[in-house]
T-cell receptor, first 111, second 116 residues
């Protein structure tokens, strides 16, 4: 049974710092891995999707990597801004395309 | 991308009552899903809403407790029946469609439910 763990559970950084969020999963037979952002009252927003055959994806200041063999993904946020404050969720899709979710990392970027 | 709205955005209900949550999408989509996010828990898939047929429920969820309708490709409802405090949660609708790119899912803003 796939399990997804995210570390740390919470993170508080000053504006401008580069930071790394971690996601690990127990079953390496995945279809893809996705990173989402959750803002209160606004639902979830897809940030990056990495197919199982890919090693990383980039979008603006965000870079996500995938090491399937070790069951790990990282989300790198460069030059963090207060607007980046949110909960970041990692979700893994198996071959049935169903998403298994981590508990998330709550990020606060302080001005 | 798809724009998804949910009604109500939040509600406070008495135990034993039922609440129907609506999900409306601005375009036709092939797949619609309902999730639950209980306090301190990860998102859990309740069911896949199938257009014109019965929903497909995940292990631990049953139609009598969570009846789902999907009359067309842009609309679905989830009913939380005979509610108890354990049903207090955020309920999220999501959609996926191959033409919306990369098999990602798009989420509605959620319905925050508190059962007293």
């Amino acid at each position: 049974k796939q399990e997804v763990t995210q570390i740390p559970a919470a993170l508080s950084v000053p504006e401008g710092e580069n930071l790394v969020l971690n996601c690990s999963f127990t079953d390496s037979a995945i279809y893809n891995l996705q990173w989402f952002r959750q803002d209160p009252g606004k639902g979830l927003t897809s940030l990056l999707l990495i197919q199982s055959s890919q090693r990383e994806q980039t979008s603006g200041r965000l870079n996500a990597s995938l090491d399937k063999s070790s069951g790990r993904s990282t989300l790198y946020i460069a030059a963090s801004q207060p607007g980046d404050s949110a909960t970041y969720l990692c979700a893994v899709a198996g071959n049935n395309r169903k998403l298994i979710w981590g508990l998330g990392t709550s990020l606060a970027v302080n001005p | 991308s798809a724009v998804i709205s949910q009604k109500p955005s939040r509600d406070i209900c008495q135990r034993g009552t039922s609440l129907t949550i609506q999900c409306q999408v601005d375009s036709q989509v092939t797949m619609m899903f309902w999730y639950r996010q209980q306090p301190g828990q990860s998102l859990t898939l309740i069911a896949t809403a199938n257009q014109g047929s019965e929903a497909t429920y995940e292990s631990g969820f049953v139609i009598d407790k969570f009846p789902i309708s999907r009359p067309n490709l842009t609309f679905s409802t989830l009913t939380v029946s005979n509610m108890s405090p354990e049903d207090s949660s955020i309920y999220l609708c999501s959609v996926a469609h191959p033409l919306l790119a990369r098999e990602t899912q798009y989420f509605g803003p959620g319905t925050r439910l508190l059962v007293l």
